[in-house]
């Protein structure tokens, strides 16, 4: 999410860096409610909570959730054996916003676009975005953030303009 963005949000922003352990699920919200619970009790003030997978459009909501642990298991080698380069996919990132131990809105961002053989060197943080090439474009996610270009399709700034959105209407505006 660019700083410029961030600086421009109606709110203050702090990182935290806290682990919590994260359920064994599919669905992307039922895992931000999971965490969102944990965390409260240690936090106490709304905070901002995500998930973010990748999601083969020929498999039910695979590697999603899984995503990191897929790449970890199998790397590129065994992962290149579950698609096709110019198969369907979509990185999506649901956005929590926790107000209390059982409130949560859920905010939606998400990149559609094809899977590639693995060719461009990856970050460790996000592989999949090597071989990963949005729609409208002709190189990959990875080449692209290397650019800087990759604010135009940025699923996690989607889910975030919606929540600042959703933000602006519901609590500043209804003050």
Same mark, same amino acid.
């Given at each position: 999410?660019?700083?410029?963005?961030?600086?421009?949000?109606?709110?203050?922003?702090?990182? $935290?860096?806290?682990?919590?352990?994260?359920?064994?699920?599919?669905?992307?919200?039922?895992?931000?409610?999971?965490?969102?619970?944990?965390?409260?009790? $240690?936090?106490q003030r709304p905070f901002v909570i995500e998930d973010a997978g990748v999601f083969f459009e020929k498999y039910h909501?695979?590697?999603g959730t899984f995503s990191k642990y897929i790449f970890r298991s199998l790397g590129f080698e065994g992962l290149t054996k579950l698609y096709q380069p110019g198969d369907r996919a979509a990185f999506r990132l649901v956005l929590g916003y926790?107000?209390?131990p059982d409130t949560i809105e859920f905010f939606i961002g998400e990149c559609t676009g094809h899977l590639i053989?693995?060719?461009?060197?990856?970050?460790?943080?996000?592989?999949?975005?090597?071989i990963f090439v949005p729609d409208g474009k002709s190189i990959t996610y990875q080449e692209l953030a290397?650019?800087?270009e990759k604010v135009s399709v940025s699923f996690r700034g989607g889910a975030f303009k919606k929540f600042v959105e959703w933000y602006t209407i519901n609590l500043i505006q209804n003050k």
């Amino acid at each position: 999410f660019p700083s410029h963005d961030i600086a421009d949000m109606p709110f203050d922003v702090e990182q $935290l860096a806290l682990e919590v352990d994260e359920v064994q699920a599919d669905d992307q919200r039922e895992v931000l409610q999971r965490k969102a619970q944990t965390a409260w009790p $240690l936090i106490q003030r709304p905070f901002v909570i995500e998930d973010a997978g990748v999601f083969f459009e020929k498999y039910h909501n695979f590697p999603g959730t899984f995503s990191k642990y897929i790449f970890r298991s199998l790397g590129f080698e065994g992962l290149t054996k579950l698609y096709q380069p110019g198969d369907r996919a979509a990185f999506r990132l649901v956005l929590g916003y926790c107000t209390g131990p059982d409130t949560i809105e859920f905010f939606i961002g998400e990149c559609t676009g094809h899977l590639i053989a693995p060719g461009y060197p990856h970050k460790s943080y996000m592989p999949y975005s090597a071989i990963f090439v949005p729609d409208g474009k002709s190189i990959t996610y990875q080449e692209l953030a290397d650019r800087g270009e990759k604010v135009s399709v940025s699923f996690r700034g989607g889910a975030f303009k919606k929540f600042v959105e959703w933000y602006t209407i519901n609590l500043i505006q209804n003050k």
